[in-house]
C-alpha cells in the first residue's frame, strides 16, 4: 500500500491566484496568451460536499489519467473544443515531483454556471424526485420506472453551479431562463447558449455511454461543464469550451453492466464505500453531514481507491 506521505492534499505553488475547489487546486499561468490556468488534481476526496481531512493517496494521478482518456476520445468525435493544453508540469515548478501525472494546463474560460448533466438511468437525485413527482428536474417520465432503471431516452437535467454548498437541479427551461436573464450570458446566445449546451451533453453523454458499454460498463449518467475561452485581455469571446474534468468517477456513474439489474442500488466504480461508512457513522451519531468530516479508516481509503484504479483499468 502507498504511503500517505505520498498523498497530495493541497498544494501551495509558486503560481498566482490559487483556488481550491473541494478536489482541485487551480492556479494562474503568468504571461501566457491566451491566458491559461493550471488544475492540479489533488488527493482530496468529498461526499456530501464535505471534503475529507484523510486524503486518498494516487487518486488525483487517477483523475487526471481517465480525464485525459476522454479528452483525446473527444476530440475524434469533433463535436467541441476542450480546454486542455497539455499535461506537462509547467517551467515555474519543475522541481515538484509531487505534480507529475496529476496537472493539466488549460485554457482558461469563463465558465457557464450550469452544470450540464445527461441522464441515460434512474439513479441519485433523479430517482429521488421521480419518487416524489414522478419527474426529474421537472421532465415527466413514465409511471412505473423502478430505482436505476434505463429511461426511455437519455435526459438532461441541469443544476446551478453553486460556489458554496450543494448544487440544485433545474428545468432545462430554467437553465435557458438563467442564461437569457444574465447580461453577460445573454450577450453570449442566452437560452440559444443553453439549448447549444443541452443538446451536446446529450450528443456526448450517447456517444460516452455507447463507448463506456463496450468495455463492459453502463455511464448511467454524467456531467460536463462548458465555458467560454478568455482572450488575451482576459474577457470572453464566442469560442466554447468543454472545461474541467470529464467522464471521471467523481463525475459519473459507472455500474458494471454484467450486475446491472433495474430495481435496486447498483455496485458502481466510486466513492460508494466511503459514502456508505460515512452513512454508518452518522447512523451511529458520530458525524453530522457537515464539515469537517471524519478521519478515514485505512480500509476505508484502500477500498475506495481500488474502486477508482479498476474503472481508469478498464477505460484505459
Ligand atoms: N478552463 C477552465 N477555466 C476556468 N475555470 C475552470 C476551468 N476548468 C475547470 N475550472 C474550474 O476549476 C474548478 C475545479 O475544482 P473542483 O475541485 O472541481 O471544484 P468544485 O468543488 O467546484 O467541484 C471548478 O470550479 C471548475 O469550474
Ligand atoms: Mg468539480
Not at 272 to 301: F, H, I, M, T, Y
Amino acid at each position: 500500500m502507498m504511503l500517505a506521505a505520498d498523498a497530495v492534499f493541497s498544494t501551495d505553488l509558486p503560481l498566482p491566484g490559487r483556488r481550491q475547489g473541494k478536489v482541485r487546486d487551480v492556479y494562474g499561468l503568468p504571461g501566457r496568451t491566451p491566458p491559461a490556468l493550471l488544475v492540479v488534481a489533488t488527493d482530496r476526496v468529498s461526499a456530501f460536499d464535505v471534503v475529507m481531512p484523510t486524503p486518498m493517496p494516487g487518486k488525483g494521478r487517477l483523475l487526471t489519467q481517465i480525464s485525459m482518456g476522454w479528452f483525446r476520445w473527444l476530440r475524434e468525435q469533433d463535436l467541441v473544443a476542450d480546454h486542455v493544453l497539455s499535461t506537462d508540469v509547467p517551467a515555474e515548478c519543475l522541481q515538484d515531483p509531487a505534480l507529475a501525472g496529476r496537472v493539466m494546463q488549460c485554457r482558461a474560460a469563463r465558465v457557464i454556471p450550469i452544470e450540464c448533466v445527461a441522464r441515460g438511468y434512474l439513479a441519485g437525485s433523479g430517482w429521488a424526485e421521480y419518487q416524489r413527482h414522478g419527474t426529474a428536474c421537472s421532465i415527466p417520465l413514465p409511471k412505473g420506472l423502478r430505482q436505476c432503471e434505463r429511461l426511455p431516452e437519455p435526459i438532461f437535467t441541469p443544476a446551478t453551479k453553486a460556489d458554496q454548498g450543494h448544487d440544485e437541479n433545474i428545468s432545462p427551461v430554467q437553465a435557458q431562463e438563467a442564461l437569457a436573464l444574465d447580461p453577460l450570458w445573454s450577450r453570449f446566445g442566452g437560452r440559444a447558449l443553453a439549448q447549444r449546451l443541452e443538446r451536446l451533453t446529450l450528443e456526448l453523454y450517447v456517444r460516452a455511454a455507447e463507448h463506456a458499454r463496450s468495455r463492459g460498463v453502463i455511464l448511467a449518467d454524467t456531467k460536463f461543464e462548458f465555458g467560454l475561452a478568455l482572450d488575451e485581455h482576459g474577457e470572453p469571446t464566442d469560442e466554447l469550451l468543454i472545461v474541467d474534468e470529464v467522464l471521471t468517477p467523481d463525475s459519473s456513474r459507472y455500474w458494471p453492466a454484467d450486475r446491472y439489474e433495474a430495481g435496486r442500488d447498483q455496485p458502481s466504480f466510486d466513492k460508494q464505500v466511503l459514502r456508505n461508512w460515512l452513512l454508518e457513522e452518522v447512523a451511529a451519531g458520530r458525524w453530522n453531514k457537515e464539515a469537517p468530516g471524519p478521519s478515514l479508516p485505512d480500509s476505508v481509503v484502500e477500498l475506495t481507491l481500488e474502486r477508482y484504479r479498476e474503472i481508469a483499468r478498464i477505460l484505459a
